[in-house]
């Protein structure tokens, strides 16, 4: 039986081969940013919502070369603490929602700075919903 001469990992001139990522893997990436979202989630068990609270919305600041990025790693880090992600709202960056007229405080920057700075989700408020209330 012949040997393939590459395998998914092996290196060829310092570069990858055979496996379609050395465009992706050599490609420049682009400046981090910090977006504000909005996700609401659902009742799941262990989720740490008050008892008898339908739901919640999460203000987040999450770092992401663009908004999908920052949407995926808040969605799965959300995940991981056991909550159940509905819906996700965009704001846009810090520039973007100035541009738009936002109002925002030293402490929302000093949070969208952190989460800059260690390239990290952070849920800056939660509000639950109970029965009778609605989302909107």
């Known amino acids: 039986m012949r040997k393939p001469r590459f395998s998914y990992g092996q290196t060829r001139n310092n570069r990858l081969s055979r496996c379609g990522l050395e465009e992706v893997m050599t490609k420049p990436?682009?400046?981090?940013?910090?977006?504000?979202l909005l996700v609401q989630i659902g009742r799941k068990e262990g989720d740490g919502l008050p008892e008898g609270a339908t739901g919640a919305a999460l203000m987040c600041f999450a770092s992401g070369v663009d908004e999908a990025e920052a949407v995926r790693e808040t969605v799965a880090i959300l995940?991981?603490?056991?909550?159940a992600p509905l819906d996700v709202t965009g704001y846009g960056t810090l520039a973007e929602r100035e541009a738009e007229?936002?109002?925002?405080?030293d402490d929302e920057r000093a949070l969208m700075s952190r989460a800059l700075d260690e390239n990290a989700v952070i849920v800056a408020h939660v509000t639950p919903f109970f029965d009778g209330e609605d989302a909107a």
């Open 101 to 105: 007229g936002h109002e925002i405080d």
């Open 29 to 36: 990436r682009g400046k981090q940013q910090v977006y504000t």
């Open 79 to 83: 995940k991981q603490a056991d909550t």
